[in-house]
């Protein structure tokens, strides 16, 4: 389990630092990773590809880890999630990343799932319920 968490938070420092520091050791060679937003990226070159790119584009702030749970080949990790775009718009939310392992301690699977940091309860004031205007955050 050690292990698993070690490779997790290399994979984070990683973005944090914007340098590769074994993304093609990390991942399996056909590892599937899933954003939370909807973007899939196949194969760990694939997915070496889009963090070189993606740190061309903007900077992970944050990145925490909040807690782990572990069985059998899967890990999940509960985090907060903060980047900064070059154009300056900031996304800060929480999320947890579903991973699978191989047998060989590489990640051959990851899916993201965030969670909106505005939230709210829509029944504070009353049993009817009061729902933010405009359109809803995708997480």
Not at 10 to 16: G, S, T, V
Request: charged share 25%; proline share 4%.
């Amino acid at each position: 389990m050690e292990q698993r968490e070690n490779t997790v938070r290399l994979w984070f420092d990683m973005w944090l630092k914007k340098t590769d520091m074994g993304i093609l050791d990390v991942f399996a060679r056909d590892a599937v990773y899933i954003e939370s937003w909807g973007p899939e990226y196949h194969g760990s070159e694939k997915i070496r590809h889009w963090f070189q790119e993606w740190n061309t584009r903007g900077s992970v702030l944050q990145w925490d880890i909040q807690q782990f749970f572990h069985k059998q080949d899967q890990t999940v990790v509960q985090w907060h999630f903060r980047d900064r775009m070059n154009g300056g718009r900031v996304e800060s939310f929480d999320g947890m990343s579903l991973v699978r392992w191989t047998p060989a301690g590489q990640i051959c699977f990851l899916q993201e799932f965030g969670c909106n940091e505005s939230r709210y309860d829509p029944y504070r004031e009353g049993p009817e319920p009061r729902f933010r205007e405009g359109p809803a955050a995708w997480f």
